[in-house]
């Protein structure tokens, strides 16, 4: 049996912190800020939790299976 691979996309995508949960970047930060607020921009640079009912599909996905 041949091993398994972990998807490349999603493991350039988020990361499993210490405590186990897994972080994402939020969307919305790329190009067209010059009409987003400070503010918001402020807040879309922190990292978000993935949702818990997305969380087993994307461990599926990190870990190859």
């Known amino acids: 049996m041949p091993k398994l691979k972990t998807n490349r996309g999603?493991?350039?995508?988020f990361?499993?912190?210490p405590s186990?949960?897994?972080?994402?970047r939020k969307a919305n930060r790329n190009h067209i800020l010059t009409k987003k607020a400070h503010k918001r921009k402020?807040?879309?640079?922190t990292d978000a939790?993935?949702?818990k009912v997305d969380?087993?599909?994307v461990i599926r996905t990190l870990r190859g299976s």
């Open 20 to 24: 186990g949960k897994i972080k994402h």
């Open 10 to 13: 999603a493991a350039k995508r």
């Open 55 to 57: 969380e087993r599909s």
């Open 42 to 45: 402020l807040h879309l640079r």
């Open 49 to 51: 939790a993935i949702a």
């Open 15 to 17: 990361k499993v912190s």
